[in-house]
């Protein structure tokens, strides 16, 4: 079958323009979840014919959201994308536009209760003998992937509290780290072990430190040259 026309312009300019009236809160992960927004909502109008705000019908919402259950997307994950989507809406229906009332009554998926899952300690040093064995080199991109494995591991930090961390949170005298706005929206402190401390001054050069706003990720040459990471890029590094 041909595909779909392009979604009138008014739908897809209106979610740029909800992203950037997000007021910034470096704890929540705003980049990803921006992008997570823009995904989901340009994947549900390629699935739907719409010309325009009074076309959009729960019953849409509901099929992109079957889509993503037979795709293997978990429960959370699918709850996180509704919750994105549907605050999205919200949005639209502030600015008075022709918007159906029964979007908002989409039931959420159900969670289940996953077991946490975590590494036993054998499991765990051959993990990290395998990751420093393949970043042991002094390049920019080993110390890096170093750094991140590192402070992941040593930390307890969650990927977007790594991705959120700033040159000005380091502590190297001190041997911690600042998280800012976590859970909660809560700061709190996470102590770095010898081995990260080491590690943490090998990735920041003393220019590199006087910045305090830039990345704490990434290799003093990018820092320098700004150059910043997402999500992925730190689960595929």
């Given at each position: 079958p041909p595909p779909p026309p392009p979604p009138p312009p008014p739908l897809v300019s209106s979610c740029r323009r909800h992203t950037r009236s997000l007021v910034p809160s470096r704890g929540l992960g705003d980049v990803y979840k921006r992008q997570l927004l823009l995904r989901s909502w340009n994947r549900l109008l390629s699935q739907q014919v719409l010309r325009g705000w009074a076309d959009l019908r729960r019953s849409h919402l509901e099929a992109w959201l079957a889509g993503?259950?037979?795709?293997?997307?978990?429960?959370?994950?699918?709850?996180?994308?509704?919750?994105?989507?549907?605050?999205?809406?919200?949005?639209?229906a502030d600015q008075d536009l022709p918007l159906d009332a029964n979007l908002f009554r989409v039931a959420y998926p159900q969670r289940t209760e996953a077991l946490p899952r975590y590494l036993t300690e054998p499991e765990y040093k051959r993990l990290e003998q395998i990751v420093l064995s393949q970043t042991s080199d002094e390049s920019p991109t080993a110390v890096r992937d170093r750094a991140w494995f590192l402070t992941l591991a040593h930390t307890g930090l969650r990927l977007s509290e790594l991705l959120n961390l700033r040159v000005g949170?380091?502590?190297?005298?001190?041997?911690?780290?600042?998280?800012?706005?976590?859970?909660?929206?809560?700061d709190r402190a996470a102590y770095l072990t010898p081995v990260l401390a080491a590690c943490r001054r090998e990735t920041v050069s003393p220019q590199a430190r006087l910045v305090i706003n830039s990345p704490c990720l990434s290799h003093s040459s990018e820092l320098i040259a700004g150059r910043e990471y997402n999500g992925s890029q730190v689960q595929n590094g």
């Open positions: 993503r259950q037979e795709a293997g997307i978990a429960a959370s994950s699918q709850a996180t994308e509704l919750g994105e989507l549907l605050s999205f809406l919200r949005f639209v949170d380091l502590d190297l005298p001190a041997g911690r780290l600042t998280v800012r706005g976590g859970k909660n929206f809560r």
